[in-house]
């Protein structure tokens, strides 16, 4: 996940042209005073854990949310800050979760809607912490394919198409 916060006096957005990975129905319109924005851009290699990518994103949304004393965040897809985008369905689905989360522990939020021309004005206040970028990645547990278990079974069949239990063949001989 690909995130850059802006902590704004106010964004406002207009969506104009559909993508043909449009979500609908959409907010047409919406603006925000004193938020933060993200906008953020779902990358291929997040499929494998997305659900850690989600909480990795809303912490690093929390934490400069604490920082600057904001609790309203506009989530913002947008795609042009990675080459290696998610599927537009992941992408959605991710940005949801995202907005759920967020929603969840007491922040007032509002989505910006994925797959649409949108015009936008931002007005970041300037100050020091107003700014930030992050990378976000999967956590190498959260990627890590679960172990299956094979169960192996050993026998010996004979040129006659017989399935013999491999302890009939088994001797003390080193061969």
Avoid at 31 to 41: I, P
Avoid at 71 to 86: I, K
Avoid at 93 to 98: H, T
Wanted: aromatic share 8%.
């Amino acid at each position: 996940m690909r995130l850059l916060l802006l902590h704004s006096d106010l964004i406002t957005y207009e969506a104009k042209k559909k993508t043909k990975f449009a979500e609908e129905p959409c907010i047409p319109s919406d603006s925000l005073e004193d938020a933060l924005v993200a906008f953020c851009a779902v990358e291929a290699p997040d499929t494998e854990g997305i659900d850690d990518v989600i909480s990795q994103t809303v912490a690093a949304i929390g934490e400069m949310s604490g920082q600057v004393n904001c609790r309203r965040v506009m989530v913002y897809p947008y795609a042009h800050l990675s080459s290696d985008l998610a599927s537009p369905d992941v992408a959605v689905e991710a940005l949801k979760a995202m907005e759920a989360a967020l929603g969840a522990e007491g922040f007032e939020v509002k989505r910006a809607p994925f797959g649409w021309y949108k015009s936008f004005t931002v007005s970041c206040k300037g100050h020091p912490l107003s700014e930030l970028s992050r990378s976000i990645s999967p956590s190498e547990d959260a990627v890590k394919p679960e172990k299956k278990h094979i169960a192996h079974t050993f026998f010996v069949m004979t040129p006659d198409g017989e399935r013999h239990d491999l302890q009939n063949f088994v001797d003390d001989s080193a061969f």
